[in-house]
């Protein structure tokens, strides 16, 4: 069963701080993957979007790394801001054009 | 600015009625998406319609209905049947018809309608 799991599930860190975030996948056939970013009852806004060659993508603070042969992504967040809590979301295409989405990763940022 | 609307923002809704909600996109996306989001949960599509006049069953699609008249337009019709409509509904547009989750298709979001059953 194709499958996105995410975590931690939430996750409070202190404003200027790193952290990253696990997404691991068991999807095949795999096309490619890609991180949301979900304000509280907002939309999700896409962040980064990697395919199979692809190890690292950045956007701004955001670095996303992709580990096909294990499986794993992460979503690493340098200098973390009060607007950087959100919810973030991890999906996955599999090559015959279906979308499995993470139950993502809820962020909060304290000043 | 281009973007998605979505409206209303709240609704409420008697058990046994219908509602709809509205979907109104000025990228000129050829596709839309419906899907449904519930606390804990991924994201769940419900329809898509690549094209005007043509639309798709998602994997929930029982007790919901769509329409596709207009390119700008994709209006859910929540019915009686759907069991438990509670959620936060989100309505999504592309720019590709046919290849639409390839890896350069990019979702933009509407900021979503949150439906509570009373």
Same mark, same amino acid.
């Given at each position: 069963k194709n499958q996105v799991e995410q975590s931690p599930q939430s996750l409070i860190i202190l404003e200027g701080k790193n952290c990253t975030l696990q997404c691991n996948y068991t999807v095949s056939p795999f096309s490619n993957l890609r991180w949301y970013k979900q304000d509280t009852g907002r939309g999700p806004v896409s962040l980064t979007i990697m395919t199979f060659s692809e190890n690292t993508k950045s956007n701004g603070r955001y670095t996303a790394t992709l580990d096909a042969d294990t499986k794993q992504s992460s979503l690493h967040i340098t200098a973390s801001q009060l607007s950087d809590s959100a919810s973030y979301i991890c999906v996955v295409s599999a090559s015959n054009y279906q979308l499995i989405w993470g139950a993502g990763t809820k962020l909060i940022i304290k000043p | 600015d281009g973007g998605i609307t979505q409206s209303p923002k709240y609704l409420f809704r008697k058990e046994g009625q219908n509602v709809t909600l509205s979907c109104e996109q000025n990228l000129n996306h050829d596709a839309m998406y419906w899907y449904r989001q519930d606390p804990g949960q991924g994201l769940r599509l419900i329809y898509y319609s690549q094209i005007v006049n043509d639309f798709q069953k998602g994997d929930i699609a029982e007790g919901y209905s769509v329409s596709r008249e207009k390119k700008e337009s994709f209006p859910l019709t929540v019915t009686s049947a759907q069991k438990n409509p509670t959620a936060f509904y989100l309505c999504a547009s592309s720019i590709p018809g046919s290849d639409f989750h390839s890896g350069a298709?990019?979702? &933009?979001?509407?900021?979503?309608?949150?439906? &509570?059953?009373?």
């Amino acid at each position: 069963k194709n499958q996105v799991e995410q975590s931690p599930q939430s996750l409070i860190i202190l404003e200027g701080k790193n952290c990253t975030l696990q997404c691991n996948y068991t999807v095949s056939p795999f096309s490619n993957l890609r991180w949301y970013k979900q304000d509280t009852g907002r939309g999700p806004v896409s962040l980064t979007i990697m395919t199979f060659s692809e190890n690292t993508k950045s956007n701004g603070r955001y670095t996303a790394t992709l580990d096909a042969d294990t499986k794993q992504s992460s979503l690493h967040i340098t200098a973390s801001q009060l607007s950087d809590s959100a919810s973030y979301i991890c999906v996955v295409s599999a090559s015959n054009y279906q979308l499995i989405w993470g139950a993502g990763t809820k962020l909060i940022i304290k000043p | 600015d281009g973007g998605i609307t979505q409206s209303p923002k709240y609704l409420f809704r008697k058990e046994g009625q219908n509602v709809t909600l509205s979907c109104e996109q000025n990228l000129n996306h050829d596709a839309m998406y419906w899907y449904r989001q519930d606390p804990g949960q991924g994201l769940r599509l419900i329809y898509y319609s690549q094209i005007v006049n043509d639309f798709q069953k998602g994997d929930i699609a029982e007790g919901y209905s769509v329409s596709r008249e207009k390119k700008e337009s994709f209006p859910l019709t929540v019915t009686s049947a759907q069991k438990n409509p509670t959620a936060f509904y989100l309505c999504a547009s592309s720019i590709p018809g046919s290849d639409f989750h390839s890896g350069a298709n990019v979702l &933009t979001f509407g900021a979503g309608s949150r439906l &509570t059953v009373l």
